[in-house]
């Protein structure tokens, strides 16, 4: 069959990948909403890289001034939320004094937990600078305060990294208190 014969029977290159697109993207809703994938009130945090995966996260294994830590929320029947990226987890701590307050509802003793999905085209958050108290995105450079409600210090992104209100569990674990919020504000300070 020929291009021409191909393009006749509507299947050209366009055709053939935006069918499969619709495919995957009807496949994937029927198995779990997206309300689903992401953390729920009431999952625990587990660790969600390193030697120590799948462990629950404590405030004892979060010292004030360590490492930017990835989490994964997992519901009450042991299932981890890992089914979209946007599910990703970053988990920081600061001193308590230094989170704002309109934040404090949101935060466990400094620790703020916020999407690890930059909001300028979706590269993961991987840097963590406890000097400046700021997140970084490596893709383009964007820059976000935590505790100050994910809110945009250097651009060129322009929207609050979503983040994700914490409770204290048993023995200190930490646990999910609602969904991702964001709370509208200025762009780069």
Known sequence: ???GERRAQGLDRRSV???????????????AGPEELLPQKGDRLV???????????????????GDLVEAVAV????????????AKIILVRVAPEQVAEDQRAHAVDG?????????HQ?????????????????CHHSEFLPAEGGRV????????????????GEGGTL?????????????PA
């Open 1 to 3: 069959m020929d291009r």
């Open 17 to 31: 990948v935006m069918g499969a697109v619709a495919c995957c993207a009807a496949g994937h809703a029927a198995w």
């Open 47 to 65: 660790l969600g890289d390193g030697a120590k995966a799948g462990q629950p996260v404590t405030l004892d294994g979060l010292p004030i001034g």
């Open 75 to 86: 519901d009450p029947q042991g299932v981890k939320r890992e089914g979209s990226r946007f």
């Open 111 to 119: 620790v703020l937990a916020l999407s690890a999905i930059c909001t």
């Open 122 to 138: 979706g590269c993961t958050i991987s840097g963590w600078s406890h000097e400046t108290r700021r997140l970084s995105c490596f």
């Open 153 to 168: 210090a250097k651009g060129p992104a322009r929207k609050r990294l979503p983040v994700l209100p914490l409770a204290k």
């Open 175 to 187: 646990m999910v208190a609602g969904g991702f919020t964001t709370k509208p504000g200025p762009g």
